[in-house]
């Protein structure tokens, strides 16, 4: 059994795990970006963290899910890496 069967049959056997999961789809898609222009830009989490002027384990926590960023933290990560920051609501 793959990673998306498990996950289908605990989201068919509990709606409420698959609305939690749902939720955090947000941050997830975040995760996956920072850590994708990182590597994009050939950069370790020490080197983003020097170009923004915060510490490796800001970037780490950021990357693992482990720290709830503010839009001017992300918006320093995304002048380091060349790119602009914005939020938007769907």
Do not use: W
């Not at 605990?10 to 970006?33: G, S, V, W």
């Not at 320093?76 to 939020?87: D, F, M, N, P, Y």
């Amino acid at each position: 059994m793959n990673h998306n069967q498990v996950k289908e049959l605990l989201f068919n056997e509990d709606p409420d795990l698959k609305a939690e999961y749902d939720a955090l789809a947000p941050i997830y898609e975040l995760q996956k970006e920072v850590i994708q222009m990182r590597l994009d830009a050939h950069l370790s989490q020490k080197e983003l963290a020097e170009l923004v002027g915060t510490k490796q384990s800001a970037i780490s926590r950021l990357e693992g899910g482990n720290y709830n960023p503010s839009i001017e933290f992300l918006s320093k990560i995304a002048r380091a890496l060349g790119k602009e920051c914005h939020v938007t609501f769907r």
